[in-house]
């Protein structure tokens, strides 16, 4: 069955189109989200590491080796199946530091530019024959369907066919579908829904194909058991190879695709999978390997049965063909260009973005003013297009010399170069980077001398000049290559790890990969103050758009302020900024424009460890920790519990000046929250703070006691100590072995309220002391006045002196009253209950208002006492004196000048009620809450002392009553305050 060229360009085209439509609605969202971040849909995508070879080469690898050709599923699928522990350490460390390839792994590990200038290339050699692969398949396939020979199909040598013309129209659409959907991070979306697309088209149909060979060329599996009974030789082929170890060679071969090949690094590990997305995977793809894996068998052995003229490697489609089903052909033929596509466009992808970011970017210095993402946007494009040039340039060099499983050996084996390297990222801190690049150039020399070359000039040997003694060279002895290119490899790069010295950076790297930044957490100082100083110091680089944009997107992903300050969150920004860039221009141009225009300041001290990293490195790993180190960090914990918990406010500071430690009660006191300080200076916190703790940490003192400070409308007193945290290094010049302080706070303010009013107090009573002598001094020269008037009364007969007589009298008896009232006062009024007696509150009240008229330096108001004469409750008079008092002095100081403040007395409900209502603005609802709370006051300072209202509450509450707050009292003008005070009327 045939078809004509242009019928198969047709279908070819079709496919695309339709891939192309697929990725466009899935890029513009015209599909649901979910679906395409389903975790299935990652699994499917990874499906693009199963290219043209594994959908028609495997098979004849099948027939090369056997049972020997399951390596290939088992060593990719084993790299998934132990994803926790051999990939989620590579996917965490290149998602924390925006490392897309194997050139930025490594490059950022062996902290080395010369690493990622030999990795591209040798990476760009290793997938050369690998993307010949995939247009040769294309084009023999076409070639295949399209005329009834096999002969035809090597490459004629007067010129360019059809087949030629119809491979190099298909690369040029797939170099546009890739610029279109590859190369910008809007449509990525789109590509991965595509990528996965292609893996399902291709599982469906080869399954298609191995359903035929089972069920269609032998009626069913018992069927096979019969043809594979009468064809013995054919179960003595599957296990030949496996006895002579080959399938070992082929395991470590396979093993290395994994991690090694650029194009299923980026969608495995760089490509920002979650970690439920890796354990999906982690038995997802091995479970899709062995579902590609079933048919391969099967379809061997149809095309055997089928007696087919075709090429092994072609059985995939030849089977189908001469089953004589168009459907099924075009199926077959559909899924090896969904093969050949998928890992073409991410090969090209991958291997533009390594070139572009370690071959052209950091040749130049860069410079931009334009809009940098639209000329990073063309120069990729470019390198797609002309890396589908180069590979249609190697298709045609090679002029089908090597069969599609020979070039996939070649191509694996040189990517096998890689993984001591990869090994070394996160298992063997040692390795150096003069190791690994003397190892790999070994190895890839190796590789090009013995396997790449004779390839390319189809060779099968060299004769030693001057012997006859032959050196084999090609795809014959891979095996021979395979073993001795990566002994090689693997015995420089260690030779020479062990016995050369590694650069700090280096050690820091290592370090880095291997998770242990716990002990490599710095706290370095920036030379920037705000993130404006960012978009300023980038902008030389980057042009003030490009600058202003990542600033903007690195703030986003941390949740940070626009203008944030704190030292500790610069840091973060920096190290974001920097992953940000590497994921744009690759890991040594971005490093080289972060160390540029952000470096940290050279203070000439040794670097200060970062508490904060360090303390979020152990939380994340706390679950990992074991034995001693558990028991440490358990330790560690309680510590640092015990600190925060501390009921005395605390702050801790590094030897920069940095807050390290702001404690619960520090919270508590000044009212900054921990996340607003922590990382950041004294000198960034509000008043009074600000002067108060920098001050007092710049001085020598050890403490300062009795600080004032104003909070608003309230005054707090603060004693301040202070410590010096000794730096665990020892010896160095005195005075460089101090780290940091820490700095306790002791609110001293109800202590210091408390001592004023014991001082008030004390003048009362001293007053009282005086009232008491100035009585009896007063009183007996009063008493003879008044003696003195009555006697001129009686024996006056002038009317004029009489009445001068009377008003002496008045006079006098108007000095008695105020002297005794002053006396009643100065009394403690301690009586016990057993003591007490019915108190009348008309004269309690009349008695305070009295008191309250000696005062001439206060506000001028009347008191209108309305207490009903016969209003009686059980209770001390003199402590009952003192609530009225109180009550009646807070409404004059409330009230305006000529205010009236009215005394009502009534009984309710068994209790003696008397309510004293002003003309003052109220009381404001967020104070109600707090008026009876000691040491409370709204007046100015030394108006009051916030106890008065305390002292009436506490002495209502001793007699069983209630206080009750009206405010406002006068509802129409939303004025005035009515305290009522109720006494029960039994004792």
């Given at each position: 069955?045939?078809f ?46 199963l ?6 080469g495997?098979v ?32 965490r460390?290149?998602?924390r ?10 490059v ?20 050369l ?8 398949a ?9 005329r ?39 449509h990525?979306l ?12 291709k ?23 019969l ?14 190879p ?19 090949m ?7 590990i ?6 439920r ?67 073409l ?7 533009s ?9 950091p ?9 940098m ?31 599609l ?13 890689f ?22 150039l070994?190895?890839m ?7 790449l ?6 060779l099968?040997g ?11 060279l ?47 957490a ?13 978009r ?21 992903q ?8 704190r ?22 141009l ?8 952000l ?5 000439g ?36 519990q ?18 390290l ?16 300080v ?47 945290l ?42 009282g ?18 003696c003195l ?20 009298i008045?006079q ?21 209950k057993?003591?007490w ?29 309305a ?15 003192q ?9 004059r100081?409330?009230?305006p ?55 009436v ?11 009750e ?21 039994t004792?």
């Open positions: 069955m045939n004509e060229v242009g019928h198969i360009a047709l279908i070819g085209v079709g496919y695309i189109a339709a891939l192309f439509c697929f990725a466009l609605a899935t890029s513009k969202g015209w599909l649901p989200v979910r679906w395409v971040r389903h975790p299935l849909v990652f699994v499917l995508s990874l499906g693009v590491s290219s043209a070879w594994t959908f028609y495997v004849d690898l099948a027939w090369q080796y056997g049972y020997g050709v399951l390596a290939y599923y088992l060593g990719t699928g084993a790299m998934f199946l132990f994803a926790p522990f051999a990939l989620e350490p590579l996917a460390l290149a998602q530091y925006q490392l897309t390839s194997p050139a930025d792994l490594l950022f590990r062996y902290h080395s530019r010369a690493a990622g200038t030999f990795t591209t290339l040798f990476m760009l050699l290793g997938l024959p690998l993307i010949a692969l995939q247009i040769q294309v084009s023999e396939t076409l070639a295949l369907l399209s009834d020979s096999v002969t035809i199909l090597a490459l004629p040598d007067s010129g360019v066919t059809n087949k030629d013309l119809t491979t190099f129209v298909y690369c040029v659409l797939l170099a546009l579908f890739t610029s279109t959907f590859g190369t910008s991070r809007k990525r789109g590509l991965t829904g595509a990528l996965a697309l292609e893996s399902v088209v599982l469906v149909a080869l399954l298609a194909v191995g359903g035929y060979a089972v069920y269609g060329v032998f009626n069913g599996f018992a069927g096979l058991d043809w594979l009974a009468e064809h013995s030789s054919m179960q003595q082929l599957l296990y030949a496996i006895k002579e170890g080959s399938s070992h060679t082929l395991l470590l071969v396979f093993i290395a695709t994994a991690v090694a650029p194009h299923i690094f980026y969608l495995s760089a490509g920002r999978p979650a970690s997305h890796l354990r999906v995977a982690s038995w997802g793809f091995p479970l899709f390997l062995l579902l590609m894996a079933l048919p391969i068998f099967p379809i061997m052995w149809a095309g055997f049965a089928l007696d087919v003229a075709e090429p092994v490697q072609y059985f995939t489609l030849a089977v189908p063909r001469a089953s004589g089903s168009v459907l099924l052909t075009v199926l077959a033929f559909i899924g090896g260009l969904a093969a050949a596509t998928g890992a466009v991410m090969m090209t992808l991958a291997l973005t390594m070139v572009m970011n370690h071959w052209l970017l040749g130049t210095r860069w410079h931009s003013e334009d809009n993402y639209r000329q990073l946007l063309w120069l990729r494009r470019t390198l797609v297009a002309a890396l589908y040039l180069a590979g249609f340039a190697f298709y045609l060099l090679l002029n089908n010399r090597l069969s499983s020979d070039l996939a050996i070649l191509s694996f084996i040189a990517s096998l170069q993984l001591p390297g990869i090994f070394a990222v996160i298992h063997w801190p040692q390795g150096n980077r003069r190791g690994f690049i003397a190892g790999l070994a190895g020399l190796i590789w090009a001398g013995g396997l070359l004779p390839a390319i000039l189809g099968s060299v004769t030693i000049p001057g012997t006859e003694l032959q050196i084999p090609g795809m014959t002895i891979w095996t021979q290559v395979t073993t001795l290119s990566l002994a090689v490899n693997i015995l420089l790069f260690v030779l020479l790890s062990l016995t050369t010295d590694t650069s700090s950076l280096e050690q820091y790297a290592a370090n880095l990969c291997g998770d242990e930044t716990i002990g490599q710095l706290r370095l100082e920036l030379d920037v103050q705000s993130a404006a100083d960012f300023l110091r980038l902008a030389e680089s980057l042009g003030a758009a490009t600058a202003s944009q990542e600033v903007n997107r690195a703030l986003r941390l949740n940070l302020p626009e203008e944030e300050r030292p500790f969150a610069l840091r973060q920004l920096r190290d974001k900024l920097e992953a940000n860039l590497s994921g744009l221009l690759g890991r040594v971005a490093g080289q424009i972060i160390e540029r225009h470096p940290f300041k050279d203070s001290l040794p670097a200060n460890k970062d508490i904060h990293l360090i303390e979020s490195g152990l939380s994340r790993y706390k679950n990992q920790l074991t034995g001693l180190a558990a028991e440490l960090n358990n330790l560690r914990l309680y510590h640092r015990m600190l925060e918990e501390l009921p005395v406010a605390a702050c801790s500071l590094g030897r920069d000046g940095e807050i430690l702001w404690n619960f009660a520090m919270q508590d006191l000044t009212g900054i929250a921990a996340s607003e922590i990382g950041s200076k004294l000198d960034y916190l509000p008043e009074p703070w600000q002067s108060l703790l920098m001050d007092f940490a710049l001085s020598d003192e050890g403490s300062r006691f009795k600080q004032q400070i104003s909070l608003g409308d309230d005054r707090r007193w603060l004693n301040l100590h202070k410590t010096h000794k730096n665990s290094r020892g010896g160095g010049v005195a005075g460089e072995g101090r780290d940091g302080q820490m700095l306790l706070v002791e609110d001293i303010t109800e202590t210091q309220v408390l001592e004023q009013e014991l001082i008030h107090n004390e003048r009362l009573a001293s007053l002391r005086l009232a008491a002598g100035v009585a009896h001094e007063v009183g007996n020269p009063v008493t003879g006045i008044a008037a009555q006697n001129l009364q009686y024996e006056s007969d002038s009317e004029e002196v009489r009445d001068t007589a009377n008003q002496i008045s006098t008896q108007r000095i008695s009253r105020i002297v005794h009232s002053l006396v009643n006062f100065s009394h403690s009024g301690n009586q016990e057993s003591d007696a019915p108190v009348d509150l008309y004269a309690c009240v009349q008695e305070a208002v009295q008191l309250l008229a000696l005062q001439r330096d206060k506000t001028e108001t009347t008191f209108d006492n207490v009903p004469a016969d209003l009686m409750a059980p209770g001390d008079n003199q402590r009952l004196i609530v009225f008092i109180n009550l009646l002095s807070n409404a100081d409330a009230s000048d000529g205010g009236h403040i009215r005394i009502d007395g009534y009984s309710a409900n068994g209790y003696a009620c008397v309510a004293v209502t002003d003309e003052g603005p109220g009381i404001p609802l967020k104070h109600r809450e707090r008026i009876l709370e000691p040491f409370f006051t709204t007046k100015e300072p030394g108006e009051g002392t916030g106890l008065g209202l305390a002292m509450y506490s002495i209502v509450e001793e007699h069983g009553g209630q206080l707050l009206v405010s406002p009292a006068n509802a129409a003008t939303g004025r005035g305050a009515t305290f009522i005070v109720q006494l029960p009327q004792g």
